[in-house]
């Protein structure tokens, strides 16, 4: 009985010592690209049924046309994405 009595106490202690945002948890947030021009945008996603769908992402002045389904990733199309420097008009 003692046991349980030590684990809720170390317990409580450790939700006491996170609550008190001791541990810099802005490691995992999400840390911008090094280059904007090279980042990754997700534009737009359809689901065709629960396990297939398709994909539009930007990286730069490219977008790419991907489906995902459970045996991969398949590349669909490439085009220059419109409005960007560097697109062909």
């Given amino acids: 009985m003692l046991w349980v009595a030590v684990v809720l106490?170390?317990?409580?202690?450790?939700?006491?010592v996170l609550s008190r945002d001791r541990?810099?948890?802005?490691?995992?947030?999400?840390?911008?690209?090094r280059n904007p021009a090279l980042a990754m945008e997700v534009?737009?996603?359809?689901?065709?049924?629960?396990?297939h769908s398709v994909h539009i992402l930007r990286v730069g002045a490219r977008?790419?046309?991907v489906s995902c389904q459970p045996g991969g990733t398949t590349l669909l199309?490439?085009?220059?994405?419109?409005?960007q420097p560097g697109a062909a008009a």
């Fill in 9 to 16: 106490g170390l317990l409580a202690i450790t939700v006491k």
């Fill in 23 to 33: 541990i810099p948890w802005t490691l995992w947030r999400r840390r911008p690209a």
């Fill in 43 to 51: 534009v737009d996603r359809l689901a065709l049924t629960p396990q």
């Fill in 63 to 65: 977008a790419y046309l």
């Fill in 77 to 83: 199309a490439a085009f220059d994405w419109p409005g």
